[in-house]
């Protein structure tokens, strides 16, 4: 009974993984014994990342390539637009399609030095993708407004847009103040976005770097953080505990605000990860003991 209690824990909580391509051998290890730990949760699907303006678009390719043969779990590759040709896009998803890549996640990229208006939004992509293949398609939110926005408003509309194109989900850039996600789903509703807005999590175990890379994505790091990870730069063990302790509270109160999908930035590392989703009831396939 009691095996049978922690399978159905999590069982209406879906969750997937983003991934980074790695850069070395080390960082090579380190994503495959990620995977192999998180896959025993049986994530929805897992992501990998590609640098737009990188030229590594390759990278992306393989691992999602070697996921899908290795592990059998639904790979799903980041695509930007901002740094190829709609000729390009078009082969890219034919021959995505054409290897068994049903889902992907679609993204403008950030704006390369000294371009100041794309050719394309990610709106534009969603709708050349459908317009090749039926994918399952997920696009960017950010609770706290995209930095380029003109305003709050003119950016809700543009993720409208993106969803209204034919886009089946949106993950939500990562955030600290769960208030502002749940405001930002509401204001969803309110303009008659039917889709999923899974909140992107991220678990913190560098401050140091969050700090610089929340500065230029828009992201409030609020000051009970600043506080919890004081004094802990040299002490990356606690820092760990910290930031896992962090996103279990995010994520329990999501979950308890009826939340079910949850999107996480893994970092290529599956500790942090596996100990929240752990939290939220998510388990390891459980069979019965005799
Ligand atoms: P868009 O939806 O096109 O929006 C970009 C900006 O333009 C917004 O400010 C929007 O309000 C505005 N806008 C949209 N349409 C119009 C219009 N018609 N006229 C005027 N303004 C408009 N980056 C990577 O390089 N690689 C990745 O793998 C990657 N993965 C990501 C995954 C997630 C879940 C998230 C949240 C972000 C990711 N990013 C990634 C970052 C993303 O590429 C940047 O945030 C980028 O600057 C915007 O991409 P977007 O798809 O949100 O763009």
Redesign the pocket.
Known sequence: ALNQTMAELGSDINVSFEFFPPNSEKMENTLWNSIERLSTLAPKFVSV????NSGTRDRTHKVIKDIQDKTGLIAAP?L?CIDASRDELREIAKDYWSNGIRKI???????PEGLAKPDM???DLVSLLKEEADFDIS????PEV?????SAQ??LL??K??LDAGANQA???FFFDVESYLRFRDRCATIGIEQEIVP?ILPVSNYKTLLKFAGF?NVRIPNWMHQRFQGLDNDQNTRNLVGASIAMDQVRVLSQEGVKDF?FYTLNRSDLTYAICHSLGVRPHVTAIA
């Open positions: 990342t590609y640098g737009a980041h930007t996640v679609a993204l403008r990229g950030d704006l939004y990610a709106a696009v960017a939110a950010y995209h930095p380029e926005a003109k003119a950016d543009s993720l847009h993106k993950i939500t850039q992107g994505s999107h």
